[in-house]
């Protein structure tokens, strides 16, 4: 069975490919030659991950925050940062290379005193990966320090950047959370007679910034947490019930990328910021305002399909659950004759079991995932490059070897791993190997805080399906489609929820104004 993407829609790229006589190795030159002057991994990247919390009945927020990042460390591996602040106004801060673990220790975290603080876990997309850009980002204002954590990009820092230095602020990071707080720094035009108007400052941001954002701002007062006013990327908002110095049960709030972060440090899911609101959690609760008003939703659907954490909510969905009707919808759009699904670890093992449940075709594990492999420290040599995959992955043989073999993996981005992974599987003695993706072919890089690469590396913008089944040696190739990507993802909704989503580095359709790259 062939199945298509609708021509006006997917560019006349065929969702599915039936290969002829793949052999062990890729055939397509280029995949190994890039694989060649590349790092290994080519997993698809969220710029990173920010929580906030104020709960003065804590004797020190740092180590709560640090329990969160732990949990968001799969949204940026390079850098993480705390910044605290306690009741006298004093401000702590620690910041390094690395994984959260490998950056705050006992003691470090011993001196993140205070009632209120952000953390930030990084990956680059805009900036390089130097200590300098480590979030959050901390400036002194005319009304005391402010500490800012961002995940997304603002893609329309140029221009802002050039507007900011007409008015003689100086940057010295090379990524865009300079933009932000030069923003905040701003005087907005409401009247601050009586004390600063974070909430207008916040406000004059949102309504100057295009981009796809989620922020968490700490002032001397309170802390706030904004989205862009498309929700492209999630803030959650949880509850904290803790017991003051005279016994009384006090509600405290935080706010986190995920909601798997809440769990961690016992918070219980509010509900999450809507586009285009800041939140303002201080010593009398949570308050609410609009900072840009929300015209219709662009929810980056990569959230779904890689991104976010199995066990994390985003619309009141279980991500696990939906990546597991992914998995339904691929096998019926791109059926095949097999004995056995696995599936690549660890986003793409819920869309294997929708799929092996639809097909009747049994699941099994077929590859072991080595955990504690990270790019930020392992930095082989290009001879070693060639066997990382062999040193990322490790097959169960007996449950590959003489099987025709479905292996569902979320998405391609190059196609190198998915090539030598392919050589994995097929020297475990799986006889016949077919390739089933989870999302639509990768056309577009992402300007909103994804690091996908350029046009001219993303495998599935320079070949047909057709010529990608070669390459990477597989039966068969197959994508779903992207209506059956936004049919699946919507059909879980709950009827208050509106489902607007961003597909762009599947369609090349943007949704806002993005800045010459």
């Given at each position: 069975m062939e199945l298509h993407f609708d021509q006006s829609e997917e560019k006349g790229r065929n969702s599915f490919w039936k290969g002829n006589h793949p052999s062990e190795s890729p055939k397509d030159s280029s995949f190994s030659s890039s694989f060649e002057s590349q790092n290994d991994e080519e997993d698809p990247k969220e710029k990173c991950g920010i929580f906030g919390?104020?709960?003065?009945?804590?004797?020190?927020?740092?180590?709560?925050?640090?329990?969160?990042?732990?949990?968001?460390?799969?949204?940026?591996?390079?850098?993480?940062?705390?910044?605290?602040?306690?009741?006298?106004?004093?401000?702590?801060?620690?910041?390094?290379?690395?994984?959260?673990?490998?950056?705050?220790?006992?003691?470090?975290?011993?001196?993140?005193?205070?009632?209120?603080?952000?953390?930030?876990?990084?990956?680059s997309t805009a900036g390089g990966s130097s200590l300098n850009n480590a979030q959050p980002c901390v400036v002194h204002t005319y009304h005391g320090k402010i500490a800012v954590a961002e995940n997304g990009n603002i893609t329309t820092q140029?221009?802002?950047?050039?507007e900011l230095m007409k008015m003689g602020i100086a940057f010295q990071k090379e990524s865009d959370i300079e933009v932000i707080t030069g923003c905040l720094a701003l005087n907005p035009e409401a009247d601050e007679s009586h004390g600063p108007n974070w909430e207008a400052r916040i406000t004059n941001f949102m309504q100057r910034a295009e981009g796809a954002y989620s922020l968490a701002i700490q002032t001397p007062k309170a802390l706030y947490g904004c989205r862009d006013c498309l929700g492209m990327r999630p803030l959650n908002i949880g509850c904290l019930e803790l017991v003051d110095s005279k016994g009384n049960k006090v509600k405290r709030y935080c706010l986190a990328s995920e909601t798997c972060a809440l769990n961690i440090v016992g918070a219980t899911y509010v509900r999450e910021v809507q586009p285009g609101e800041i939140i303002r959690i201080d010593e009398e609760g949570l308050h609410s305002a609009i900072g840009r008003e929300s015209t219709r939703q662009a929810l980056c659907i990569f959230?779904?399909?890689?991104?976010?954490?199995?066990?994390?909510?985003?619309?009141?969905?279980?991500?696990?659950?939906?990546?597991?009707?992914?998995?339904?919808?691929?096998?019926?759009?791109?059926?095949?004759?097999?004995?056995?699904?696995?599936?690549?670890?660890d986003s793409s093992l819920q869309a294997a079991m929708g799929y092996a449940e639809e097909s009747k075709i049994p699941y099994l594990d077929g590859l072991v995932k080595n955990r504690y492999i990270y790019r930020t420290f392992i930095q082989p040599t290009q001879k070693e490059r060639k066997s990382g995959i062999d040193l990322k992955f490790n097959p169960l043989v007996e449950n590959i070897r003489g099987k025709r073999v479905v292996l569902v993996d979320d998405s391609i981005v190059r196609g190198n791993t998915l090539a030598h992974l392919l050589n994995v599987v097929r020297k475990a003695g799986a006889t016949e190997v077919h390739v089933r993706?989870?999302?639509?072919?990768?056309?577009?890089?992402?300007?909103?805080?994804?690091?996908?690469?350029?046009?001219?590396?993303?495998?599935?913008?320079?070949?047909t399906v057709e010529e990608i089944c070669t390459a990477i040696g597989a039966n068969s190739l197959a994508y779903l489609t992207h209506k059956g990507l936004n049919d699946t993802v919507r059909s879980g909704l709950a009827s208050h929820q509106k489902g607007g989503y961003c597909g762009a580095c599947f369609t090349g359709e943007y949704p806002l104004q993005v800045d010459e790259w």
């Open positions: 919390i104020y709960a003065p009945e804590l004797e020190d927020v740092g180590r709560m925050i640090s329990l969160a990042l732990i949990a968001l460390q799969h949204r940026g591996q390079e850098s993480c940062g705390i910044v605290t602040q306690d009741s006298m106004d004093n401000t702590y801060f620690k910041a390094g290379i690395g994984l959260v673990t490998q950056v705050f220790n006992e003691s470090n975290l011993r001196e993140l005193k205070g009632h209120m603080g952000v953390g930030h876990t990084r990956y140029k221009q802002l950047k050039k959230e779904y399909v890689y991104l976010a954490r199995p066990d994390s909510y985003i619309e009141d969905q279980l991500v696990y659950s939906v990546r597991k009707r992914l998995g339904h919808r691929l096998a019926v759009e791109a059926p095949v004759d097999a004995d056995v699904v696995i599936g690549v670890p993706i989870s999302s639509p072919p990768i056309t577009s890089p992402c300007f909103m805080g994804i690091d996908f690469a350029t046009t001219d590396q993303l495998v599935a913008h320079n070949k």
